[in-house]
T-cell receptor, first 113, second 115 residues
């Protein structure tokens, strides 16, 4: 079993829809959680960062972490064609000297005008 | 532009050749990371520098791979005797040890194709 599981999709939604993206993880040592957006042939771009269970909102994006279920989500409201990209969840264990992130495979999202 | 810069953007090489990639991190960031990403997969950690010291290396970093950050600024990643399995996007990221150092900022990557 991989440490981080993410459905690769692809996911196709109409413009204006609410998008829900999810990851599960198996290692309870993960302490902080991120979502990155990656456009084709580009590097990942940090969207959301959370350190604790609960919700964090930034504009049209909401990140949700449930540490008890080892489950994280990213919601995109009023989705736009420009949101079409691959979304990667990432998580880290922290602690002195350990800053590597473990990524999911990414979910490819297409928002259709 | 003060983002992470990587050079070259694309590299095509023949099997057995050596290649070197360069990364210039965000200027105030003292932490630098190399990741590798293959098609349909998320990035995988290769190695991490704090200033000029290489503090973590993944088992993915075979003896053919070497990374340096001689003055704690830019970094190079060299692959010797390239193999077709080395074909991937090589991503560099940087972060600061002030505040939330876990937030990594990535460059656009170097796409390597080994023929």
């Amino acid at each position: 079993q991989k440490e981080v599981e993410q459905d690769p999709g692809p996911l196709s939604v109409p413009e204006g829809a609410i998008v829900s993206l999810n990851c599960t993880y198996s290692n309870s040592a993960f302490q902080y959680f991120m979502w990155y957006r990656q456009y084709s042939r580009k590097g990942p771009e940090l969207l959301m960062y959370t350190y604790s269970s609960g919700n964090k909102e930034d504009g049209r994006f909401t990140a949700q972490v449930d540490k008890s279920s080892k489950y994280i989500s990213l919601f995109i409201r009023d989705s736009q064609p420009s949101d079409s990209a691959t979304y990667l969840c990432a998580m880290g264990k922290g602690g002195a000297g350990s800053y590597q992130l473990t990524f999911g495979k990414g979910t490819k999202l297409s928002v259709i005008p | 532009d003060t983002g992470v810069s990587q050079d070259p953007r694309h590299k095509i090489t023949k099997r057995g050749q050596n290649v070197t990639f360069r990364c210039d991190p965000i200027s105030e960031h003292n932490r630098l990371y190399w990741y590798r990403q293959t098609l349909g997969q998320g990035p995988e950690f290769l190695t991490y520098f704090q200033n000029e010291a290489q503090l973590e290396k993944s088992r993915l970093l075979s003896d053919r791979f070497s990374a340096e950050r001689p003055k704690g600024s830019f970094s190079t990643l060299e692959i010797q005797r390239t193999e077709q399995g080395d074909s991937a996007m090589y991503l560099c990221a940087s972060s600061s040890d002030r505040g939330t150092g876990e937030k990594l900022f990535f460059g656009s990557g170097t796409q390597l194709s080994v023929l």
